[in-house]
């Protein structure tokens, strides 16, 4: 018990190289951890991240620990939080002006994270120029960069005027000497339709790169097949024997279906992605319940 406290005050206190436990999956996570305990109850250094760095590259992961894309989907769930309070504010003013901060500093964060995960990603850069190129063509896209800007150095905030209809008060953006053209639309509208621009972004960065980013996509034998691997190099890349979902002869889909069963981890953000855009990310469908003999790697419904 000492070791495993050693061990784990060693990775959440005392080492600024740490990264989240949500940028690792749990599957390295404890391997890494159990060959840690074992080096401190050796009398050698517990270095955690040491061994999530060698499993990672040895595992066919990145060499150096990766960002998880799940830093993205906290940041479009944040956004999406703030953009639900700015439709809440009724007739206080103040809690518009802090929900719009609030959201336009969260939406606009999205495409730093964005970046941050996605920078060494062989063709995210061209990817995410073309993208850029249309944002800087969209002028409500520009009018909430700017505003961000005027906002945050200068300190001004442009939540001003207001109508009441039916007793209900929208709020509407005021142009100052700052920035003269703001939006006609009330800001509850702005804001939405900026969110659905950059959350349109995301979700085709998660079609154009699922594998990479969505465990559920990733796990295929289609993919795997396209990379020259099996469902044997599979396993292994998870931390797993190979042959660990070889039970029944003929299973090989129920067993690609275990593997994604087992990480359980996919895009985190399908419900904002289908309420504001009426899309859901790609996945294999789910398979009828197994027929045959029940086994560990088949017998999910």
Known sequence: ???????????????????????????????????????????????????????????????????????????????????????????????????????????????????????????????????????????????????????????????????????????????????PEVPEVDLAEAAEAYFRTVLQIVFDCYVRFGPQIDQQQRFTADYFASIGKTIADAEEELGLPRGWTDVVPGAIEYRWQALRDHVADGCEINRIFEQYLGVSTPRPARLPAWAGKNCVCCSYS
């Open 1 to 179: 018990m000492q070791a495993r406290t050693h061990v784990v005050s060693l990775f959440v206190l005392g080492d600024r190289r740490a990264v989240r436990f949500a940028d690792v999956s749990k599957v390295h996570f404890l391997q890494a951890l159990g060959l840690a305990i074992e080096a401190v109850e050796r009398g050698e250094p517990g270095d955690l991240l040491h061994h999530l760095s060698r499993l990672q590259a040895t595992s066919g992961g990145a060499k150096e620990l990766r960002r998880s894309f799940s830093i993205v989907d906290h940041k479009v769930a944040e956004a999406e939080f703030f953009l639900g309070r700015l439709h809440e504010c009724s007739f206080n003013v103040f809690q518009a002006h802090c929900y719009t901060r609030a959201f336009i500093s969260s939406a606009r964060s999205i495409a730093f994270a964005l970046q941050a995960v996605m920078s060494k990603e062989d063709g995210f850069s061209d990817w995410y120029a073309r993208h850029q190129a249309t944002l800087r063509d969209d002028r409500l896209a520009r009018f909430f960069h700017e505003f961000r800007t005027v906002n945050q150095h200068i300190g001004d905030n442009l939540v001003r005027g207001g109508q009441v209809k039916e007793g209900t008060i929208r709020h509407y953006f005021m142009p100052s000497r700052d920035l």
